[in-house]
């Protein structure tokens, strides 16, 4: 299977100090590399129609904004309002924290009604896993339990590789697990010896079985982060383009 045209976003958290200096100007660097999208985790104190023009300009489209629980919470509206107005469809919860089995199931309650407020304006909710979901509850882990008693309308999955990675499963079997309910997916790369963060294609992850069982799943848009970089950031993220398209 040839990548050369897949969707590929950039999760900007990967150059968050360079957004901190200059946020229009990392944008320009992004688009120059050669992403079609990015994905917010944070707006840099742009107006939604100034970030709708910048990003009308460079051709990148908005592939989803992580906004904190909290801030879904209390101003939900307000950041419908903003995602609407830029053109992003995707609203991502980003993280929760969790001490018992009782928290995932009320979690998935309080994430069926954002989704569904969130649908009734044609936005799609996903939840961004990290490790810490995989705890095991009488043989079904903690994120299970979220999607479990959730409605598939209303709450979508974005996978992260690398921390199903981290937590011991394999991403592609887990990807296909929630087929059709899958629309955003995290690429990440794993240094084999430390777990570290590696750019795509220098670490041990299966990136091609990750790929195609995301393609077969019906994913929209593969988002590469790198949460730390050993590399200028941009370097890591311009390296992981590359490897992604060399495959």
Same mark, same amino acid.
């Given at each position: 299977?040839?990548?050369?045209? %897949?969707?590929?976003? %950039?999760?900007?958290?990967? !150059? ?21 999208? *990015? ?14 023009? =910048? ?9 989803? &904004? =992580? ?36 928290? @995932? ?24 896993? =990290?490790?810490?979901? @995989? !705890?095991?509850?009488?043989?079904? +882990? ?17 996978? /992260?590789? +690398?921390? !199903? ?16 309910? !899958?629309?955003? *997916?995290?690429?990440?790369?794993? /240094?084999?010896?430390?777990? /570290? ?14 790929? /195609?069982?995301? %393609?077969?799943?019906? *994913? ?7 949460? *730390? ?6 370097? &890591?993220?311009?390296?992981? @383009? ?6």
């Amino acid at each position: 299977m040839i990548y050369m045209d %897949l969707p590929l976003s %950039l999760q900007l958290y990967t !150059v968050r100090n360079e957004l901190k200096d200059d946020f229009v100007g990392t944008l320009e660097k992004v688009a120059e590399i050669g992403y079609k999208g *990015v994905e917010f985790a944070g707006y840099g104190g742009l107006k939604a129609n100034e970030m709708r023009r =910048h990003l009308e300009r460079l051709g990148l489209t908005p592939t989803g &904004s =992580h906004i904190s629980l909290d801030a879904l919470k209390s101003n939900l509206d307000k950041e419908i309002e903003y995602n609407l107005e830029i053109g992003n469809k995707y609203i991502v919860c980003p993280w929760n924290k969790y001490e018992a089995k009782e928290d @995932f199931i009320e979690t998935a309650k309080l994430f069926n009604e954002i989704g569904e407020k969130c649908a009734e304006k044609g936005l799609i909710f996903c939840y961004h896993n =990290h490790n810490h979901e @995989f !705890v095991n509850f009488d043989g079904k +882990y903690g994120l299970d339990l979220i999607y479990e008693n959730s409605n598939s309308n209303f709450l979508k999955a974005e996978i /992260d590789t +690398y921390w !199903v990675k981290y937590a011991g499963e394999d991403p592609a079997s887990y990807i296909k697990k929630y087929s059709g309910r !899958v629309p955003l *997916v995290h690429l990440k790369d794993m /240094d084999g010896a430390t777990k /570290d963060f590696a750019e795509i294609g220098e670490g041990i992850m299966n990136i091609k079985d990750i790929i /195609d069982a995301s %393609l077969e799943a019906g *994913v929209k848009w593969f988002i590469v982060e790198q949460d *730390v970089c050993k590399r200028p950031p941009l370097e &890591s993220a311009k390296i992981s @383009f590359h490897n992604i398209n060399k495959m």
